[in-house]
């Protein structure tokens, strides 16, 4: 590996003692006008969960294929719609896909414990990296446990170190100091979730899956603090698509100390995404309101709010899943799914076979979400 160009961590340096907030000023007006527009959204929704779950699997795909990950839309739901029994079906799939899975859940995990009252702590993201990495690839990387050799951020195709994280022996004093940061420091949420993100990835505490749970930070942090009153905001997206300027900013502050220049980056971030988001829940809740006189009138049913609900949820789904876990009586159930098959309003993935049920996809709204 070729070590000339290699950006040393900024000992010493964080938080940063004078931000300039001239210079990120008009940046952080337009992200929090953004975030507040998407966030108003999330509140006028009737059931948030059921209409942006699609948003939380997007995420889950981007931010595993930014390390490396490679996995659909469709392999995830299809999984999720054949996952009776977890491991039985992890030997199925490619272990990338089970990878990604183990993204969406760790993240939901971490959401679920928060909402019971635990704090975005040391020991909450142990815990996360230890639910990503408990398979596959991650499996042999020191899941839940911080680095005890010194690790590098490398350009694999050119043998070039592009950084050198904080060393094992002061890793430690960062984590504390970065969580001392986050609980006390009484700057604007978005520039200390900027400041927290840089940092978090400088310090690279884990062996492998640093980048993912950085980004899940991301989305813990703005809901924990009130910023976003659902965790359904994801910011891998334009992360992924700025990839190259997403490294080299966060290599500028230390080299160069220039922790603006990350800033304005970050909170371009948040306000070209809440867009995006917001256009993509919105076609999500569109959709979601058009379908209902059509359910309705396909199925003359009261049963029919409940059909519409688990398709949204589940857009691939087996007919038994359907059947025993829509709150619908099974006989109605299996008429409804006849039904929306006549109108197309459901598409036939697989037919049954022997033992096997039949898989069904919800094609309109798998066209907002896949990427």
Sequence with gaps: MDFTNSVQYHYDQ?????????????????????????????????????????????????????????????????????????????????????????????????????????????????????????????AQKSPGKYKIEQNYLADKIKQKVLFTPISPEKLNDGLENLFTYINESSEPILIKTALMHLEFEALHPFQDGNGRIGRMLITLLLWSSGAISEPHFYVSGYMEENKDEYIDTMREVSKNNNWESWCIFFLTAIEKQAIKNLEIAEKIKSLYEEMKPIFSDSLSSKWSVNALDYIFTYPIFRNNRFTSRSGIPGPTAARFTRILLDKELLRTLEESSGRRPALYAFEPLLKLVRV
């Design 14 to 138: 964080f938080p940063p003692k004078n931000l300039d907030y001239r210079k990120i000023v008009n940046s952080l007006l337009k992200a929090t006008d953004a975030l507040a527009r998407y966030d108003q959204m999330l509140k006028n929704m009737h059931n948030s969960e059921i209409l942006l779950a699609p948003l939380r699997n997007q995420e889950a795909v981007i931010s595993s294929r930014m390390e490396g990950t490679i996995s659909t839309m469709d392999e995830i739901l299809k999984f999720e719609a054949d996952s009776e029994n977890d491991s039985e079906e992890a030997n199925k799939v490619r272990s990338e896909v089970f990878e990604t899975i183990l993204y969406q859940r760790a993240l939901l995990n971490a959401q679920r414990a928060m909402k019971e009252g635990y704090p975005l702590s040391q020991h909450l993201i142990k815990t996360l990296h230890q639910q990503l990495l408990s398979f596959g690839r991650g």
